[in-house]
């Protein structure tokens, strides 16, 4: 079983249309979860940030963390041809280790 | 936002030769740098955790004799692909770390390696 779980999509919505991402984890160790979008063969770019439990919202896009259920979503609101990328999802220990375990990306395709 | 520049973005090589790739961070210090590697439609896999001055952690799995790696200071870090072979054809992502907390963590644009 892998550490995160993420469906690979592809996603196809229209645009205008509420987008939901998730992930499952299994370790309950983490502590730090994130959320980033990627264009093809481009590095990933920090979205959303979040320590815990709890909702985070930021514009068009709102986090949520669910540790007691190992599960984390990512609501994009109003979404945008130019939101069509692979989100990923991403979590950290609360520990001195920094590097991050990755979801396996959910592509997200947005039909104008 | 804090800029990582990771040259070059894209190599071809025949199997056999070694290529170098860099990895910058512009406007600030990092304090450590990360390797990843991503295959297609998969997620990003760390190779490697590299703190300047000191010599770089492995992940299991990873062989440091293949993928060498130089943090010299703290605004940049390579990665050396040794005696690369169509394997190890992908795409290299770095990201750099400004200060100790998980979110001040950059990405260059990445590497795509296609050995031949």
């Known amino acids: 079983q892998k550490e995160v779980e993420q469906d690979p999509g592809p996603l196809s919505v229209p645009e205008g249309a509420i987008v939901s991402l998730n992930c499952t984890y299994s370790?309950?160790?983490?502590?730090?979860f994130m959320w980033y979008r990627q264009y093809s063969r481009k590095g990933p770019e920090l979205l959303m940030y979040t320590y815990s439990s709890g909702n985070k919202e930021d514009g068009r896009f709102t986090a949520q963390v669910d540790k007691s259920s190992k599960y984390i979503s990512l609501f994009i609101r109003d979404s945008q041809p130019s939101d069509s990328a692979t989100y990923l999802c991403?979590?950290?220990?609360?520990?001195?280790?920094?590097?991050?375990?990755f979801g396996s990306g959910t592509r997200l395709q947005v039909q104008p | 936002g804090a800029v990582v520049s990771q040259h070059p973005s894209w190599v071809i090589c025949k199997s056999g030769t070694s290529v170098k790739i860099e990895c910058r961070s512009l406007d600030f210090q990092a304090t450590t740098m990360f390797w990843y590697r991503q295959f297609p439609k998969q997620s990003l896999m760390l190779m490697a955790t590299?703190?300047?001055?000191?010599?770089?952690?492995?992940e299991q799995g990873v062989e440091k004799d293949k993928f060498l790696i130089n943090h010299a200071s703290l605004t940049l870090s390579t990665l050396t692909v040794t005696s690369a072979h169509p394997e190890d054809s992908s795409f290299y992502i770095c990201?750099?770390?400004?200060?100790?907390?998980?979110?001040?963590?950059?990405f260059g644009s990445g590497t795509q390696l296609s050995v031949l």
């Open positions: 370790n309950s160790a983490f502590q730090y």
């Open positions: 990201s750099a770390q400004r200060g100790h907390r998980g979110e001040k963590l950059f």
């Open positions: 991403a979590m950290s220990l609360d520990t001195g280790r920094r590097a991050l375990t």
């Open positions: 590299s703190n300047e001055g000191s010599k770089a952690t492995y």
